[in-house]
């Protein structure tokens, strides 16, 4: 909203924001069997991100985090060249990171589950969904990054990473998620289809 302000000169009044929601993984499964799989993730010992090439999604940060946490495994799903990618930037010969590919929704709700803490450290989003899919999903504690959005979305339910002084630490004393059911309270497609026939209807009268 703020961005379309700024560059296009809309007033903020004539913004209306239709939010994302997550109970699209209330119908999904966990599929357990990712973790015979990959018998390197223990539950509830490894960190677990989602990713790709994109430089927004910031894939190197999870990777200098792990680095500097050599004793805790990193998971990270996601297609393209990722392991490619942590060779191009000198990263590649970390034990503790494993790759894990594409996974299937089932497996994306086991790993969150049970993953010690869900790690998102874009540096340019709209909403951020995955963070908020996580929280649904039962995940102990979400680090975001530090922007105004994920400040919006997520409030005091995640930790923050200031990626201008932060290039790759996770800190572990940071409490639990507050807050959840309240979090997630606050999204449904229920409201943002609300939402959308409000604006449509104010549209057309």
Not at 1 to 15: D, L
Not at 149 to 172: F, P, Q, S, W
Request: contains cysteine.
């Amino acid at each position: 909203k703020s961005e379309i302000t700024k560059y296009y000169g809309v007033k903020p009044e004539r913004i209306s924001v239709v939010y994302n929601a997550w109970q699209q993984m209330q119908r999904i499964a966990p599929d357990e069997r990712i973790f015979a799989k990959v018998p390197q993730l223990r539950r509830g010992q490894y960190y677990f991100s989602m990713a790709n090439l994109l430089k927004n999604k910031n894939f190197p940060w999870v990777l200098r985090a792990a680095r500097n946490k050599p004793d805790t495994v990193f998971a990270i799903a996601g297609g393209g060249s990722l392991a490619a990618e942590a060779k191009r930037l000198g990263l590649a010969d970390l034990p503790n990171v494993v790759y894990l590919g594409y996974v299937s929704d089932g497996e994306a709700k086991a790993l969150m589950h049970h993953c010690k803490a869900f790690l998102f450290p874009t540096l340019y989003e709209g909403f951020g969904i995955p963070p908020l899919e996580a929280v649904a999903c039962g995940a102990p504690r979400i680090y975001v990054s530090d922007t105004p959005c994920m400040r919006e979305v997520y409030g005091d339910c995640a930790g923050y990473i200031d990626l201008k002084t932060n290039h790759g630490y996770v800190d572990d004393v940071t409490p639990p998620k507050r807050d959840a059911a309240e979090l997630l309270a606050r999204y449904s497609w229920h409201k943002s289809a609300q939402a959308l026939l409000d604006v449509l209807t104010q549209t057309a009268n």
